[in-house]
C-alpha cells in the first residue's frame, strides 16, 4: 500500500498506529496537499459540514451555519452567515451562478451570486439535502428540490411565484440527492430512487443491499459518471446502473426509460465518497481497525482507492491511507467525496481538514523515480516529455544520475552516460574530469572525453595522459593513436615519454609512441629513426604520406633489410626522387639486396637499368640462378661474351647453350647439349627451333652409333626430315630399341599427313565450287535500266524518249551500258567485252547482257 503523508508548516497529528506501512515499489496514481490559506483559519475555529466544488471555485459549509467561497488555493473570496447551526449542503448550478443552502435548523434559501434573485424557507424539521436545476440560470430551468423526511420539487411559475410539490415520502429521511441532466437519484432508508422531471415519472428503485447499518452513519453516496450512468455506494457494496430508453413496443403503462444494473460487487471498507475518473472510479474509504494492545476498534485513516470496475467484482489500481487532521475521531458520515470534472481534482472533506488529491503529472512521476533512485527512467522520462515538465530540467537529472553512479561505484557506465548528458557543455565536462580525478578513476572516463565540439582545455588532456604515462603505457599508447595531436601541448607530453624512456629506453611502446608524437610535431626525421630502429610496418606509410624521400637517401639498406618488397616497390615507384643510380651505389656492399632492386626494375622495364645487365649477368648468376636464362633471353643490352664467360666458369649448360646459339654457333650448342646433357629430346628441340639442314645432319652423325638416341629422332624428327635419310645411314645388324614401334609411328605420321591432305583438297574443292555457283547466279541476275542510266561511249542516256521506238542496249556485268551501235565490231570472235573494263582485266566482269526491243 502507497503512503500519502502530506507536509504543511503547521504540526500534524500523528496516527494513533505506531507502525508505518512499508513503502511498495509501486508508483503512486495521485498526489495530494492540504487546502491552506482560508481554509486553515476556518477550520481552526469552526468544522466542515459539506463542500462543493465548481470549476471556478469551491464552497465550503461549517458547523456553526457559515459558507465561505474560496478559490482554488482555498483563500476565502465570500462569506455568507446562513444559519446558527450545520449547513447540512450546498449546491451550485453548472454555470456558479446561483447556489442552493440547506441547514440542520430546516432554512432553505436559493439565491443568485451576483444578481438580486432569492429564495428563502423555512420548515419545521432539519433539511438534509438541497439540490438546484444544473440550469438553473435559465428562465425555463427554475426548479431545486429539498429533502428532509419527504422529497419537495420547488419550480417558479409564469408569475414569479414558487410552487412545491411532493415527489416522494414515507420511506424515511432523505440523505443523499445529486442532479444530472433531466434525472434526480436520491437515497432514503430503503433504497435509491431515480425521477425523470421530463416526464415526471419515477424510473426505478435500487433497494439498500445491507440494512443492518444505521443509514444516519453509514449514508448513500451518489455519483453521476455521465448523463445516463449513476454510481452508488451504501455500506461495502457498490452498484453501476445504466439508464435506458424502453422500445415503444413495451411501454404499455410502463416509464418511457428503465435502470440496468451493468456492475455489483462489494468492497473491503466503508464506502464514504465516489468519483469517476475515465472508465475507473476514486473511492473514499472509511477504515476500522482490531487493536491488538487494546483488543476493540478503533478509527483508522481513511482511504482514497482507484478501483477498475469488473461486472461482479473489481481490481485495485491503487490505495493511499490519507493521514488528515482528527481522523481519530472521525465516523463514516463526517467525510465527503467531492470532484472537478474538468481537471480531475477530488476533494477530500473532513470536518478538521480538506485535502486535494490530483491526478500526477510528468513532475510528479519523475519526482517518484528519483525518490526511488531509479535515475535512468526519471532521465528518459524527462527527454520524452520535456516540453511538459515544469520542475525538473533533464541536465539536472542527469548530473544527480552521474552522481549516483559515482556512489555506487559504477564509474564506467557513469563515464559513458556523461557523452549524453553533458553533451556539448564543456564547463561542466572540465567539472566532471576534476570530479573522476578526485575518485582515482580518471582513466574511466578517458575513453569518453569530447574530442571536437567541444574541445576542452590542453591541461585537461595532458592530466588524463599523464595519469596513463604513470601507470599503463599500453593504454597512453592508445591514447596518442587515437586523440588529435591538437588535445594537448605535444612538446610537454614529448618531453614526458623522453624521461619515461630514460628510465626504460629500450620500452618498445614508448619508442613506438614517441614516433607517433614527432609525427604529429612534423618531426618526421626523429620518428623515421625510431621507425627503422623497431622495424614498424607504418615506416613506409610514413615516407609516403610525409614526402621523406629525402630523408631516406642514406636508410636504404635500414629499408631493405628490413622489407625488401616494401621498399623495392616504394623505391621504384619514385624514381624521380631516388635514382636507379643512388640506390644501386647505397646498396653496393650489399649485392644480395643490389639484386632484388635490379631484378625487380628489370622486370618492370627490360630497358631502364640497361647500364646495370652487365652486373646482372654476375648477381644472376650468384643469387638467383633460375632467372638467368630468363635474363638472358629478354636482355637487349646483355654482353653477350661476358655472360658466356660466366656461365663457362660455372658450368651453367642451358645458359651457354643459349649464349651459344643466341652468338650463331649453332653447331656447338647442339654439340654441348648432346655430350654435356645427353638429352636427345631437348637436342632434337634445339634443332627444330634452329630450323638448319646442317644441324640436322650433325645430329643425324652423332646419333648414328647411339641406339637410344636413334629411338629418339626416329620418333620425333618425322615432320622436319625425311625419315628415309636417318633409315638408309642405320648400320644393318645394330639393336635399336623399341624399332618396331618407331617405324608403326613413322607410318601412322605418313598416313595422317596423307589423309590430312585428302581432306584439305576435298574441303578446296567443295568451297570452290560453291563459290562458282554462288557467283553464276549472281550474274543471272537482271540488272534495272532506267531513264537516269546513260551510255559509256555516247553519253546519252540509255533508253530512247520515244518508248514506241525499238532500241537495242547492251549492258555489262560490271554494269558499265552501251548503245549496241556504239560498240565497236570485234573481228576476231563474237564476245563483246566492256570497253572501259577490259582494259583492266578479261574477268566474269566483263561478260554481257544484252536488251533488244
Not at 84 to 99: A, C, F, R, T, Y
Not at 245 to 263: C, K, Q, T
Not at 675 to 693: C, M, P, R, S, T
Request: charge should be negative.
Amino acid at each position: 500500500m502507497e503512503e500519502a503523508e502530506e507536509q504543511e508548516t503547521g504540526s500534524l497529528e500523528e496516527s494513533t498506529d505506531e507502525s508505518e506501512e512499508e513503502e511498495s515499489e509501486e508508483e503512486p496514481k495521485l498526489k495530494y496537499e492540504r487546502l491552506s490559506n482560508g481554509v486553515t483559519e476556518i477550520l481552526q475555529k469552526d468544522a466542515a459540514s459539506c463542500m462543493t466544488v465548481h470549476d471556478k471555485f469551491l464552497a465550503l459549509g461549517t458547523h456553526y451555519g457559515k459558507v465561505y467561497l474560496l478559490d482554488v488555493q482555498g483563500n476565502i473570496t465570500q462569506k455568507f452567515d446562513v444559519s446558527p447551526v450545520k449547513i447540512n449542503q450546498i449546491s451550485l448550478d453548472e454555470s456558479g451562478e446561483h447556489m442552493g443552502v440547506c441547514s440542520e435548523d430546516g432554512k432553505v434559501q436559493v439565491f443568485g451570486l451576483y444578481s438580486g434573485e432569492e429564495f428563502h424557507e423555512t420548515f419545521n424539521c432539519p433539511i438534509k439535502i438541497i439540490a438546484v436545476h444544473p440550469h438553473f440560470v435559465r428562465s425555463s430551468c427554475k426548479q431545486f428540490v429539498t429533502g428532509g423526511k419527504k422529497l419537495l420539487l420547488f419550480e417558479r411559475s409564469w408569475m414569479n411565484r414558487w410552487k412545491s410539490s411532493v415527489l416522494h415520502e414515507g420511506e424515511g429521511n432523505i440523505r443523499s440527492v445529486k442532479w444530472r441532466g433531466h434525472l434526480i437519484a436520491w437515497a432514503n432508508n430503503m433504497g435509491v430512487k431515480i425521477f425523470d422531471i421530463t416526464s415526471k415519472q419515477r424510473i426505478t428503485n435500487v433497494p439498500r443491499d445491507d440494512v443492518s447499518l444505521r443509514p444516519d452513519m453509514y449514508p448513500c453516496s451518489l455519483c453521476w459518471k455521465d448523463g445516463v450512468t449513476l454510481i452508488i455506494g451504501w455500506g461495502t457494496s457498490i452498484t453501476i446502473c445504466s439508464v435506458k430508453e424502453r422500445h415503444a413496443g413495451e411501454m404499455r403503462d410502463l416509464p418511457s426509460r428503465y435502470v440496468e444494473i451493468v456492475s455489483q460487487f462489494e468492497t473491503e471498507f466503508y464506502i464514504s465518497g465516489l468519483a469517476p475518473l475515465c472508465d475507473q472510479l476514486v473511492v473514499l474509504s472509511y477504515v476500522k481497525e482490531v487493536s491488538e494492545k487494546m483488543e476493540r476498534e478503533y478509527c483508522a485513516r481513511p482511504r482514497l482507492d482507484i478501483i477498475q470496475p469488473l461486472p461482479e467484482t473489481c481490481e485495485e489500481i491503487s490505495s493511499d491511507a490519507l493521514t488528515v487532521r482528527g481522523f481519530q475521531e472521525n465516523e463514516c458520515r463526517d467525510y465527503h467525496l467531492e470532484y472537478s470534472e474538468g481537471e480531475s481534482l477530488f476533494y477530500i472533506v473532513s470536518p478538521r481538514d480538506v485535502v486535494v488529491a490530483k491526478e500526477r503529472d510528468q513532475d510528479d512521476h519523475i519526482d517518484w523515480l528519483l525518490e526511488k533512485k531509479k535515475y535512468e527512467e526519471a532521465l528518459m522520462a524527462a527527454e520524452i516529455s520535456q516540453r511538459n515538465i515544469k520542475r525538473h530540467k533533464i541536465l539536472d537529472i542527469g548530473l544527480a544520475y552521474i552522481n549516483h553512479l559515482v556512489e555506487k561505484g559504477e564509474y564506467d557506465i557513469a563515464a559513458r552516460k556523461c557523452q549524453k548528458i553533458l553533451g556539448k557543455n564543456a564547463a561542466l565536462w572540465e567539472c566532471e574530469v576534476y570530479k573522476f580525478k578526485e575518485i582515482g578513476q580518471l582513466k574511466a572516463i578517458s575513453p569518453y572525453l569530447p574530442r571536437g565540439d567541444p574541445v576542452l582545455k590542453p591541461l585537461i588532456y595532458e592530466m588524463i595522459l599523464h595519469e596513463y604515462l604513470e601507470s599503463d603505457y599500453e593504454g597512453f599508447a592508445t591514447l596518442i593513436r587515437e586523440w588529435p595531436g591538437d588535445l594537448y601541448n605535444n612538446s610537454v607530453i614529448v618531453q614526458a615519454v623522453r624521461d619515461h624512456l630514460k628510465k626504460d629506453s629500450q620500452n618498445k611502446t614508448l619508442l613506438k609512441t614517441l614516433a607517433e608524437l614527432y609525427t604529429y610535431d612534423k618531426n618526421y626525421g626523429n620518428a623515421l629513426e625510431i621507425y627503422l630502429t623497431l622495424r614498424h610496418k607504418d615506416v613506409f606509410q610514413l615516407i609516403h604520406k610525409h614526402n621523406l624521400f629525402s630523408s631516406i637517401k642514406d636508410k636504404i639498406v635500414l629499408l631493405m633489410d628490413f622489407d625488401s618488397e616494401k621498399a623495392v616497390d616504394m623505391l621504384l615507384d619514385n624514381e624521380d626522387k631516388i635514382s636507379i643510380k643512388k640506390v644501386v651505389e647505397e646498396l653496393e656492399d650489399r649485392p644480395e639486396l643490389q639484386h632484388v632492386y635490379l631484378h625487380k626494375l628489370f622486370k618492370r622495364d627490360h630497358h631502364k637499368g640497361q647500364r646495370y645487365h652487365e652486373k646482372q649477368i654476375s648477381l644472376y648468376a650468384e643469387y638467383d640462378r633460375p632467372n638467368l636464362l630468363p635474363f638472358l633471353r629478354d636482355s637487349t643490352h646483355c654482353p653477350l661474351e661476358k655472360a658466356l664467360e660466366i656461365c663457362q666458369q660455372r658450368n651453367f649448360v642451358e645458359e651457354t647453350v643459349y649464349l651459344l646459339s643466341r652468338m650463331g654457333n649453332s653447331r656447338s650448342a647442339l654439340k654441348m647439349i648432346m655430350e654435356e646433357l645427353h638429352d636427345v629430346d631437348k637436342a632434337i628441340e634445339f634443332a627444330k627451333e634452329q630450323d638448319d639442314g646442317e644441324l640436322w645432319e650433325d645430329l643425324i652423325l652423332y646419333s648414328i652409333d647411339k641406339p637410344p638416341f636413334i629411338t629418339g629422332l626416329l620418333n620425333n624428327i618425322g615432320t622436319h626430315v625425311d625419315p628415309i635419310l636417318l633409315i638408309h645411314r642405320i648400320k644393318e645388324g645394330m639393336e635399336i630399341p623399341n624399332l618396331r614401334d618407331s617405324l608403326v609411328k613413322i607410318l601412322q605420321d605418313y598416313n595422317l599427313q596423307i589423309l590430312l591432305r585428302e581432306g584439305c583438297k576435298k574441303i578446296l574443292v567443295s568451297d570452290s565450287l560453291s563459290l562458282l555457283k554462288k557467283m553464276h547466279r549472281t550474274q543471272m541476275k537482271g540488272v534495272l535500266v532506267d531513264e537516269e542510266n546513260i551510255c559509256e561511249s555516247c553519253l546519252s542516256p540509255i533508253l530512247p524518249t520515244d518508248a514506241a521506238k525499238p532500241f537495242s542496249a547492251v549492258v555489262f556485268h560490271c554494269r558499265h551500258m552501251f548503245h549496241k551501235e556504239c560498240l565497236p565490231v570485234s573481228g576476231v570472235s563474237s564476245t563483246q567485252y566492256c570497253n572501259i573494263c577490259s582494259a583492266k582485266n578479261r574477268g566474269p566482269g566483263s561478260a554481257v547482257l544484252e536488251m533488244k526491243k
